[in-house]
């Protein structure tokens, strides 16, 4: 990660940290009201292929035993409503700003992925995990709503495993590494806003209009 990205994403993080704190702290209540315990949720991800961190939301579903992989349409029925609501909004990822703090993500980058990817496919992550993962970017922005439809078909984790090896992970890497080439600190200032506007047009129970949904060429 170079200084510039650094100095920004720690500039941004203090500046929203106030607004969002409060924020935070009411939904972890209500989570705990409604749901009960943990009220967080850690997973292991990777930003680099070969350094794992423990990536931090709220709890969005209901507690398993053993719970691995990707989520697809085999995990739909444990999603909680409050759940529901904070992954529509992406309410849930509140927690990340922690980790960004700590340097373990930036605001914009590929999504860090889980290890067993990048033990399956290690050539093509390291080069997507040359760029800092991130909370959002420009993959995030063009596909993450198709391959929610993709993931949602289903109905078993095989299925969500070999749909999401097959269709989401190479054409994912294909969008980061166009990031890779074009990124900057203006672009990032850029994807940072339109996934800004995205979240507050979910939060209004609306979809943005099609032009503001496309991501910048």
Excluded at 98 to 122: A, C, K, T
């Amino acid at each position: 990660m170079t200084f510039s990205k650094r100095l920004t994403d720690l500039s941004i993080a203090l500046l929203i940290l106030p607004l969002l704190l409060p924020i935070l702290t009411v939904l972890a209540l209500i989570t705990w009201m409604r749901d009960g315990r943990p009220v967080f949720y850690g997973s292991e991800r990777m930003s680099s292929p070969e350094k794992a961190f423990t990536l931090w939301k709220l709890r969005s579903m209901t507690l398993v035993e053993t719970d691995s992989g990707v989520s697809g349409g085999d995990k739909a029925a444990r999603i909680t409503k409050n759940g529901a609501m904070m992954r529509r909004s992406r309410l849930d990822e509140l927690p990340q700003l922690f980790n960004i703090l700590r340097g373990d993500i930036s605001f914009v980058g590929p999504r860090p992925p889980l290890r067993q990817y990048v033990e399956r496919f290690p050539k093509l992550y390291a080069r997507v995990l040359e760029s800092r993962p991130g909370v959002t970017g420009l993959a995030s922005l063009v596909y993450a709503a198709h391959e929610e439809k993709l993931l949602a078909r289903a109905s078993t984790p095989e299925e969500t495993d070999a749909i999401y090896a097959r269709s989401c992970v190479p054409r994912k890497a294909r969008i980061d590494l166009i990031y890779q080439r074009h990124r900057s600190v203006s672009f990032d200032l850029w994807l940072i806003l339109l996934t800004a506007a995205r979240v507050l047009g979910y939060a209004r129970g609306s979809r943005l209009p099609r032009s503001r949904r496309r991501s910048p060429r």
